[in-house]
């Protein structure tokens, strides 16, 4: 299983907001998806900025071409006004001679002209996810009162999406995500091994020199290019989970621009990355325990095993690596990684329990489908069996942000502290060599301090496996004005679930109200 252990799964927000996604857990989405053929229309955008220097080639073409959108592909239109455009960077603002990336950007407008205070960039996690598609049905992650005062623009971040050149590494997923894992032997462990490597190659092969310009850090300074484009002087942002980590590091590169930022879903940026992944390894262990739990007061629960349903999902393991469930014969198996996938991926959200629940009883009876179907939702599978980027694009921005790297044998030093920390999930979430074989590495990271961007808003879940509420606390007291709003839920990521963090929220980027830290929304 080529597994990315050091960078926490983080889930596209879509999943987390759609009700009103450290970054090594991957996830997934349904996801409204523009595709951009070239505008209809174009209109340059205004760049006379007071403050900012003459735009150049030093800082992308700082010129937006807006057009009418393609809805065909929308599985979600909004009810606003939407534009849709292209924006040149260059792969390396240090040496525009590298090559450049066209970010494909959409634009919600302001309901409420008389009211507009200005633009707010969204984004909705990974990395990897597309941020296009948020403004697009922007009325299902936010407030009419948001709506109605800002344009929400969102734009796929470099290497991602309907931006241009995209990862793009294989369509073969089960070959190399469908695997059993953990290994049981040695050749297994070596298989393992020998796959990861030749998905690394591929990725390589495919995307070639790109795959070094795909930094978090880049993207940060292409929201300033966007930003410049737009013609503010300072702009709003809102970032679901690791949206909240490249929100983090663009407040810390560039805090005379922001006018007011939200990071929902926050991790802690500054962690290492065995840290980062133990914590979220703690955090998927515990919901997992709140799952069975919660089961084991339910007679009606499909699992209720005489309340032991425990002991019914540690038999299943061992059942399924001794026998996978075949579903059908062009599919992987379910696998034992088939199965942590499918469990990992119900943990985003308690509304996806029951699902699991059902799974997890018909796997008893000899029936996987289920089970491979939150496998294929992780993995943004779609009905037509084909794949998106979002993985490649995950893997490639993680691995590359890592400047520590690791080796084969610290992978394997690791797992031990793994299984110690989790002990149903933990040996299976340390086994992951992927980062290990990347061949590419930024020499540094950002350190995220968010020096002289002013109060920031940081929400967090009390259940949210992805994010742990902890994590997230560290998250905000690494900014000089993080302010910490605290949602009860099971589940990443927290604006929207009720009245409170809303009006929270609302006022906090509306009237510039900055709430009390460590706010508590019930």
């Not at 596209?12 to 857990?25: D, I, K, P, T, W």
Request: charged letters at 20%; aromatic letters at 10%; proline letters at 5%.
């Amino acid at each position: 299983m080529v597994n990315m252990r050091r960078a926490a799964l983080v889930v596209a927000a879509m999943l987390a907001v759609s009700s009103c996604g450290e970054r090594l857990v991957y996830e997934a989405s349904t996801d409204p998806t523009i595709v951009d053929n070239s505008p209809v229309t174009t209109v340059a955008s205004d760049t006379n900025l007071d403050d900012d220097p003459a735009p150049d080639a030093d800082i992308g073409t700082n010129v937006i071409v807006w057009g009418e959108c393609d809805t065909s592909s929308m599985s979600a239109t909004s009810s606003g006004t939407l534009e849709c455009g292209r924006l040149t960077v260059p792969f390396d603002y240090d040496d525009t001679s590298a090559g450049t990336f066209s970010l494909f950007l959409t634009r919600r407008l302001a309901d409420g002209p008389s009211e507009r205070i200005g633009s707010m960039l969204v984004n909705p996690g990974g990395p990897g996810f597309g941020g296009s598609d948020v403004a697009a049905s922007a009325e299902w992650y936010f407030s009419a009162q948001l709506t109605d005062r800002f344009d929400i623009v969102g734009w796929d971040p470099r290497g991602t999406g309907e931006s241009t050149p995209a990862v793009d590494c294989t369509e073969d997923y089960d070959r190399f995500f469908g695997i059993d894992s953990p290994p049981n032997d040695a050749a297994a462990k070596q298989r393992m091994i020998d796959l990861t490597q030749e998905f690394v190659d591929l990725c390589v092969e495919n995307n070639g020199e790109m795959l070094k310009y795909i930094s978090t850090e880049a993207s940060a300074r292409d929201m300033d290019s966007i930003r410049r484009a737009l013609g503010e002087d300072s702009i709003t942002y809102f970032g679901f989970s690791y949206g909240s980590e490249l929100g983090a590091t663009w407040v810390t590169m560039f805090p005379d621009t922001v006018r007011a930022a939200v990071f929902d879903g926050a991790s802690d940026p500054n962690a290492n990355g065995f840290d980062q992944a133990v914590a979220q390894l703690k955090g998927f262990e515990q919901q997992l325990s709140a799952f069975l739990a919660d089961c084991a007061k339910r007679s009606t629960c499909k699992i209720y095993n005489d309340g032991d349903p425990a002991a019914l999902f540690d038999q299943l393991v061992i059942d399924i690596d001794k026998n996978p469930i075949r579903v059908s014969s062009d599919r992987t198996p379910v696998t034992q990684g088939v199965f942590y996938t499918a469990v990992v991926q119900a943990m985003y959200s308690n509304t996806l329990w029951p699902q699991l629940e059902t799974a997890l009883a018909n796997a008893v009876n000899g029936n996987g489908a289920q089970l491979l179907a939150l496998y294929d939702d992780y993995y943004q599978r779609k009905f037509d069996g084909s794949y998106g980027n979002e993985l490649e694009a995950f893997l490639a921005i993680s691995c590359l942000d890592d400047p520590e790297g690791s080796t084969i044998a610290d992978v394997d030093a690791d797992i031990p502290k793994f299984a110690a920390a989790a002990k149903r999930l933990g040996e299976n979430f340390g086994y992951g060599y992927a980062c290990a074989l990347w061949p590419y590495r930024v020499e540094s990271r950002v350190e995220v301090t968010g020096t002289g961007a002013g109060p920031i808003v940081v929400i967090g879940t009390t259940g949210d496996a992805a994010t742990p509420l902890a994590s997230t606390r560290k998250a905000a007291k690494n900014l000089e004005g993080g302010v910490l709003v605290i949602v009860e839920a099971d589940r990443h990521t927290g604006y929207g679930l009720n009245i409170c963090v809303v009006a929270t929220v609302d006022a906090y980027l509306i009237s510039l109200t900055v709430p009390e830290n460590e706010t508590y929304c019930k």
